[in-house]
């Protein structure tokens, strides 16, 4: 099971499988519909929890990242051994580029929300050496905790018949905090002692971002196109800050409380954002099927879609032309 390193004991319950894949560029197509069936797939089995899919971002991530939730380590060593994934699995290996890396991590008691920025490392520690490796992650853990932006880390031990590697998820708040570290003498000096019992370490890194704004349920396909993202953004998005700077900026904040403009905008721009992490993703998910459409009829969705969002504009405007 994993291994928190924070000092408190670990608690048995929900289990992540993490999957990362590279795949060839010229396949991403066809890797996100098979990704749809393995969703359809999985969303079936016993003990799955949820499940998501994260497209590769280069260069910073190259990877498709699959994340399934499961009630119990059993639960998701039956899903990696079922029937149905081997074959599922056997259709994309020529679309792939080496072999999966999976990983399983023990969540605690609940799953936690993903980091902006992760970087998953999987370590070969020699046989006989596990007493050494340990002791050198407590080192390890002591320093990069005092890095900028460090948010936090979770050490899981080789898992017979699932993985031979120790693996590290380590979070941090921005990529430039995980490069810092990554990149850093004190961390370099570390992984050179850890040289005398290791065999291998590999790194990947997972990129979490405001795209999850856009995630739509069973997606597995390439990104949210940006001009889509900036549609949908500004929808959500003009009507908080005219109402609130209608009902709150003016009347309270400048006039009551005799904040100057500047620092009454900045109050504005702050509770615009609050407001639109639970905005944006409940107007993308109506949005789905012009998000990403599919069929033979794509062209004429995305169109139809563009004309309604600019048509729900309009309606915006003439609604708050009325007010004072």
């Known amino acids: 099971m994993a291994e928190p390193l924070t000092g408190a004991p670990p608690a048995a319950s929900l289990v992540t499988l993490v999957t990362q894949t590279r795949v060839r560029t010229e396949s991403d197509g066809d890797f996100g519909r098979w990704q749809q069936q393995i969703n359809e797939v999985v969303a079936r089995f016993p003990g799955l929890i949820d499940h998501e899919v994260i497209p590769p971002s280069p260069p910073v991530q190259p990877d498709w990242v699959i994340v399934q939730r499961f009630t119990s380590v059993d639960a998701a060593r039956s899903w990696l051994g079922s029937e149905e994934r081997r074959r599922l699995v056997e259709q994309a290996q020529p679309w792939l580029v080496g072999q999966d890396d999976i990983h399983l991590i023990d969540n605690g ?91 291998e370490t590999h790194t990947r890194t997972v990129r979490t971002g405001f795209d999850q704004w856009f995630r739509v349920d069973g997606n597995a396909g390439p990104p949210t196109p940006a001009w889509k993202q900036n549609m949908l953004v500004l929808l959500a998005l003009y009507p908080v800050v005219f109402l609130f700077g209608l009902w709150v900026q003016t009347p309270l904040l400048m006039e009551r409380a005799k904040m100057p403009f500047w620092l009454a905008l900045f109050a504005g721009n702050v509770a615009s954002v609050i407001v639109l992490n639970w905005l944006v993703p409940a107007v993308s998910s109506r949005f789905g099927w012009w998000l990403h459409p599919s069929g033979g009829n794509a062209r004429r969705l995305e169109l139809a879609g563009a004309a309604l969002i600019v048509g729900l504009y309009g309606l915006l405007l003439t609604l708050f032309s009325r007010f004072p």
């Open 109 to 199: 008691d609940r799953p936690g929300p993903a980091a902006p920025v992760s970087a998953v490392i999987s370590t070969r520690v020699e046989p006989g050496q596990e007493d050494a490796y340990r002791a050198w992650q407590r080192r390890i853990a002591a320093t990069q905790s005092k890095f900028a932006g460090f948010q936090g880390y979770k050490l899981t031990p080789p898992i017979p018949g699932v993985q031979d590697d120790w693996v590290t998820i380590l979070r941090f708040e921005t990529e430039p905090y995980l490069a810092a570290w990554m990149d850093s003498p004190e961390r370099q000096r570390l992984i050179d002692e850890a040289a005398a019992f290791t065999a």
